[in-house]
């Protein structure tokens, strides 16, 4: 059982330790392609898009605040009508 558990635990590391040599080439030829401008460009892009984003929040919001406000209302009028439809069937 040890030995299984040490040969599993070998196996994994020796994974791991490809997966980080992967990952250091795949960082290294990102650097060397990004330059300044390309961050800059990508920040720009994420800002107006994050603004958007923004936007259509507020927008989705400002109908959800208005939805609320109309069930609220049919609501009292719901409970106004059911009153009035108990004292016409106590009135009979």
Do not use: P, W
Request: glycine share 4%; net charge negative; aromatic share 6%.
């Amino acid at each position: 059982m040890f030995e299984l558990m040490t040969k599993m635990y070998s196996d994994l590391t020796t994974r791991l330790d490809k997966m980080d040599d992967k990952i250091s080439s795949i960082d290294k030829k990102l650097d060397s392609k990004a330059d300044k401008s390309d961050i800059v460009h990508i920040e720009n892009k994420l800002d107006n898009t994050t603004k958007a984003l923004f936007d259509g929040y507020n927008q989705v919001y400002d109908k959800v605040v208005a939805v609320e406000n109309a069930v609220s209302d049919l609501s009292s009028k719901v409970e106004k009508q059911e009153v009035e439809i108990k004292v016409i069937k106590g009135g009979k």
